[in-house]
């Protein structure tokens, strides 16, 4: 579905260079605003190292891409300030002592002060008491916050009142596919127009794997372009593989380990971003 605030994804000849080789390499896309995008591959194919470059994370080596009107490798910044990442390893780790409602707070909190529109969830300490303006301009932003909050959990997926403890639930208690939705909310708090959702199908069921893309598939069709790397794509997906396709891509993809520690260099250069 096109929406107010879904972008085309589109690259030609994308490729990507590290320190160990090729992480991925001729990678073309052509994906409409609000479409649900599927990178497929089997692990250690830099399908990670793609969803990163998509999303401004990573400089390709080679090719272009465009997200909505920006241009990569040249507008990393501007993709970036439009596009969210969600269970990405290395890069969106949740703390698993941290309850739900403490990282929904911290992440309102850093919107506050990077993202420009979202304030404080609550009054801060020690500021006494609020001229009756002021307190009511706080208190409508604490109210704006709430909602933008309770309208990512919704999109999400992620029903608080059947978790253990409601939001105050660590993160180390919750199922691995309510840690998945939970991350989702996160990103989707700054209302971004392209979401990228890394590892979507590892270790879940069937029945799991399909509640996953039920969400994924509902969020595309709200209007945010949906990026999300798998082992197995859905038939409704655009499929982008990363898979080797000659002799010399499968010699440099054959270790396991390279999409892992490219993930990790991607994260130290780029994880300021």
Not at 94 to 117: K, M
Not at 162 to 171: E, F, H, N, S
């Amino acid at each position: 579905m096109d929406g107010p605030n879904a972008v085309a994804v589109s690259a030609e000849g994308l490729g990507l260079k590290g320190p160990r080789g090729w992480a991925f390499r001729g990678v073309d896309i052509d994906a409409k605003p609000g479409a649900l995008v599927a990178v497929e591959g089997p692990s250690g194919s830099g399908r990670t190292c793609l969803l990163l470059t998509l999303t401004g994370r990573m400089r390709p080596t080679e090719g272009a891409a465009s997200v909505g009107p920006f241009r990569l490798p040249k507008q990393l910044s501007a993709v970036r300030r439009i596009s969210s990442l969600a269970h990405v390893p290395g890069v969106t780790d949740l703390d698993p002592a941290l309850t739900v409602e403490e990282h929904l707070r911290e992440r309102a909190l850093l919107q506050r002060r990077f993202g420009g529109s979202l304030r404080t969830l609550l009054r801060p300490r020690g500021m006494g008491v609020l001229p009756a303006r002021a307190e009511s301009r706080a208190w409508g932003r604490a109210a704006a916050s709430r909602l933008r909050i309770d309208t990512a959990l919704a999109a999400s997926g992620l029903d608080r009142e059947a978790l253990p403890k409601g939001t105050r639930t660590a993160v180390r208690d919750l199922e691995r596919i309510e840690a998945l939705r939970l991350s989702v909310a996160l990103a989707l708090i700054g209302r971004p127009r392209l979401l990228g959702v890394d590892d979507t199908d590892l270790k879940l069921s069937d029945a799991e794997r399909t509640q996953v893309w039920d969400l994924l598939r509902s969020v595309a069709e709200s209007g945010t372009t949906v990026v999300a790397v798998c082992s197995e794509a859905p038939k409704d997906a655009v499929v982008v593989s990363t898979a080797p396709r000659d002799e010399a891509d499968e010699q440099s993809s054959e270790n396991p380990e390279t999409d892992k520690k490219e993930t990790a260099d991607a994260l130290a250069e780029a994880g300021r971003a």
